[in-house]
């Protein structure tokens, strides 16, 4: 028994287009005129919370679930930031830095406990989370399994060493991830120090800070004598105001993996991060395709807690097994249909990733297609500096007011694991201009379905573009 997309959506009060994207991270290219077959629907209906009641093999009845918040329910919650940067920028020393910072970290007498993230309590008793994988690689990871849970992110630049090429990867990973970036200007305390250098270099990376009239923040910090740190977290907690976070902490809890492992003495254990509701001990939960019942709550103070509300990280014991980073954890109300949605998920998404097709130029215009704006991402990477400058040149020349080519990162050289994290995010294909992929990146874009192009002539780069935008707009464009 097959089934539109739009009838889908319909029945299951959500927007056409909202099911053709969640397809389409799934890796499955389809317009909501296209039909889906019947276990395509369900894992539909269980991504988007709704619950499955199968009658009969060939009859899915839908029962909806899980409601929007009403805006009455929701109170602020607490910040997510990461922290990105090139390598020895600083940034496994800010933060370090930062978790000393509020009062709670002094009164727990320092123990700490690496769970993935911790959670700071300013004087102000407001708090902020922190996800302690510095770098863009779990960010980017998170983000290409569809999990957003930054809120803001920290560019950590060394004042001495200015901008390289991490810096820029980070400012890019920001841009397409659309998240507010605050700039730390670290090691302000060395000799070679030079933070204006920093502030212009940025300009040509369309990052204009607020010392240069712009409107992102920036501030100029020591994570080595421990400077600039109050400053940081003002900016974080106005940030942060000016971005009215809210959940509903009173609801059954959906959180997401940070990070997940299996643990000698623990069994599997799963850093969650609460995103709304307040996951209990005793909480029956699906998360991707595990299930559990929560047997303990640990927070990053290695002490066990009863409760974890929205933007608490904290570990949970009691996992079937162990899920991946980025996964979606919901709970829900009995332990049979936990189990019975686990493992209809594990069998459906081994299907899935076994059929997966990588993405094509053409597939991209049709998944998108029913979108308003449609914006086309792209990575280029190329030989020299001057063929990547004429590319995106010529990409920008074909875009038109129904289709915009994105660049979402360029750069010369060959194409690497970096490249491929940073496309996959965005199922954007990778350009490359008389350039290769290294094997490691041939591997995870099989993996992950991205499209690797090679060109050696301009001119065919932009035909097939250019084809494929006119193929897929329809005559009336
Ligand atoms: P990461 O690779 O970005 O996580 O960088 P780390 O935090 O590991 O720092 C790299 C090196 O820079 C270490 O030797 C730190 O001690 C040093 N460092 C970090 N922050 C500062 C700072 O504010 N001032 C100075 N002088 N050194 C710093």
Redesign the pocket.
Known sequence: EAITVQELANRMAEKGADLVKALFKMGMAVTVNQTIDQDTAELLVTEFGHNIKRVSDADVELELETAEDSEADLQPRAPVVAVM??????????LDALRGSGVAGGEAGGITQHIGAYQVTMKDKSKITFLDT?GHEAFTEMRARGADVTDIVIL?VAADDGLMPQTIEAINHCKAAEVPMIVAI?????EDANPQRVRERLLEHEVIVEEMSGDVQDVE?????KTGLDELIEKIQLQAELMELKANPDRAAEGTVIEAKLDKGRGPVATILVNRGTLKVGDVFVVGAESGKVRALIDDHGKQVKKAGPSMPVEVLGLSGVPMAGDPLQVVDSETRAREVAEYRSSVLHQKRTAQAPASLESMFSALKENQAIEYPVLVKGDTQGTVEAIIGSLNKISNEDIKVRILHSGVGGITESDVTLASASKAPIIGFNVRANAKAREIAEKNGVALKYYDVIYDLTDEIRAAMAGELGPEA
């Open positions: 940067g090139h390598v020895d920028h600083g940034k496994t020393s800010l510095p950590v670290n090691k302000v305390d060395k910090v020591s994570a080595l004598k």
